[in-house]
Each structure stands twice: as C-alpha cells, then as structure tokens.
C-alpha cells in the first residue's frame, strides 16, 4: 500500500487472447521496457480494487461523481436548451459535456473492476478503453479552459480590438477544434496501445503530455495570474469573470497535477500504487466542482425549484457586455 512499483522482469503470464495476444507470452523474454512500463501500469491503475485503501478511495469518488454527474447534467440542459446562447456559454456547455464523459467513464471503470462481471482479460481491455476516453475528456477539457482563459484575458487587457475583431462563431469553431484534435489523438493512442506497438505508444503519451503540461497549462496559469491581478484593481468584477478564476484556480489545484504525475512517470518508469487512484478522485473532483461554482457564485435567492435554477444560470450567463465593462 502506497508503495512504488517500478520496472522489472517478472514471470507473469498473460491469458488474453485476440489483438492482445501480440503482448503475450512469457514476460521474461520481454525486454523492451515498454511493455513493462505498460503491465505495471495497467495492473496498478485497473488491476487493484482489492486494495482497502483504493476501495475507500473509490467510494469517495462515486459520491463526488454523484454530485458532479447531476450538476453536469443540469448545466448541459439549461445551457443546450433554455439559456441564451453567447461566446462563453458555448465553451461552458461544451466543458460541461467532457466533464459529464469523464465521470461517466471513470464510474464505470471503476465499477467494472470492482464486480469483475467479465473475464480479467476483458476488463483489462474495456478499462484500458475507458482509461482512453478519460484521458481525451481530460484534453479537451484543459484546452477549452486554455481558449477560456486566453479569451477571457484579452478581453480585459484588450476589450475594444475583441469587441471589433473576434470572428463571430469563435468559440464553436475552436470547441469543435479541440475535440477533433483530441479525437485523433486519443484514436491513433489507442490504435498503437491495441496492436501492442507500446514503443510508439509510449512516444506518443509522452509527446502529448509534455504538450498539455509545458505549454497549455503555462499558458492557461500565465492567463489566470493577469486575469487575478486585473480583478485586484478592479472595483467591482462580475460574476463572469470571479466565475471564471475559481473554476481555473480549482482546476490547476486538482488536475494539473494529474499532468505533473504521469509526465514524470513516463519519464522514469515508476508509478506509486496509491497515486493512481487519488489522481483519479483529484480529476473526478475537479470535473464535479463546476456547476457547484456556477450555482454559489450566481445564486443570490433561494432556490428551490427547477425555475429559480433556471433564473441563477440566466444569472450567471448573462450577456458578455458584462465582461469588457
């Protein structure tokens, strides 16, 4: 519990079959510390639900999750049907779909494990699917706050050259930009990682890891610091933008250090058996924490029903005249 597994040869035998049979075999013949790195990793991030210490864990995260999936949900349907749509809204309701996708395939992973309602193989094969899908919700997720966050400093430093020069339908384009990158990302990962090629895999993971940390997270923190110096001199910042500054403090408090992690474990072939799993419930928290902030920050009555909810979102979301004031 809690210690670190690193890279060595074992005798394990792997009993799948299909496409993965290419990773099977004796594994004292394996050498290529790849496919270590990769049986390490799988067997610690989907392979450890016996562990007391990741049962507890797990369960913290499903009531977390709980609250995240119907806080998600709820800012999917007022924003995708009975909020007027603006610029930040559209990167909102689309932050709000990667972050319902990432619980969703974070629960149902994790459950998986935990009833083994399959065959050990086909749990492996289904969580390692599902880890995929989590890792490109996660992508998609930081580069719409990127965009945000960027947006949302040039407005400030910047607001006549926004107001006259941002393209209309910018923050469609860039949203239905960053999930296609971040599909083709994930599908030529998950391509190299079924058919074994764990060389290229593992090249690849580290490529787009050390893009997300060094150059997207940088740019979002450097965009969040300006944007928190401003609001200090500013006499009255809207809702909008404290909004916005919570959601991104919270996310380099509770995701960025997912990045961090598995950056620097890729690098050295060694993962903690307990980081794993809290690094899950870091990334399940930061995905759940959104329509909570929406609510508190623009909730100034009580509401108590499905039409004053409603109210505080329209509340929150109003028009964006409010953030070049």
């Not at 977390?64 to 909102?92: A, D, E, P």
């Not at 947006?151 to 400030?156: H, N, T, V």
């Not at 941002?166 to 990158?181: G, Q, Y």
């Amino acid at each position: 519990m809690g210690s670190t597994l690193s890279l060595n040869s074992t005798d394990k035998q792997q009993n799948c079959h299909g496409n993965y049979s290419t990773c099977s075999g004796n594994f004292t013949n394996v050498l290529n510390k790849a496919e270590l790195f990769y049986d390490h990793f799988s067997s610690i991030a989907f392979l450890s639900a016996g562990n007391l210490t990741w049962l507890v864990i797990f369960a913290l995260t499903i009531l977390i999750s709980i609250v995240g999936m119907v806080g998600n949900g709820s800012v999917i349907w007022l924003l995708g049907f009975h909020v007027k749509k603006n610029n930040f809204t559209i990167y909102v309701l689309n932050l709000a779909i990667t972050d319902f996708a990432m619980i969703m395939s974070v629960n149902t992973s994790g459950i998986l494990m935990i009833t083994h309602t399959s065959k050990k193989c086909d749990v492996i094969k289904i969580a390692l699917l599902l880890g995929q899908f989590s890792s490109f919700t996660y992508n998609v997720g930081l580069y719409l706050l990127t965009a945000i966050s960027v947006e949302r400093c040039l407005s400030i430093l910047f607001p006549i050259w926004v107001r006259c020069h941002r393209p209309k339908h910018l923050s469609t384009i860039v949203s239905l930009l960053f999930w296609i990158v971040s599909a083709l990302i994930t599908g030529a990962e998950f391509l190299l990682e079924y058919f074994c090629l764990l060389d290229f895999w593992l090249t690849s993971v580290r490529i787009v890891t050390g893009i997300n940390l060094f150059l997207f997270t940088p740019v979002m923190v450097i965009s969040t610091l300006i944007l928190f110096i401003k609001m200090c001199f500013r006499y009255q910042p809207g809702k909008l933008h404290n909004i916005l500054l919570i959601i991104l403090l919270f996310f380099i408090i509770t995701a960025v250090p997912i990045s961090i992690f598995f950056f620097f474990s890729i690098i050295d072939y060694n993962f903690n058996s307990i980081a794993v799993p809290t690094y899950i419930l870091l990334g399940v928290l930061n995905s759940s924490l959104n329509p909570v902030i929406y609510f508190f920050v623009g909730n100034q009555c009580t509401c108590q029903s499905w039409e004053s909810m409603k109210v505080v979102f329209q509340r929150v979301f109003k028009d964006e005249t409010e953030l070049n004031g």
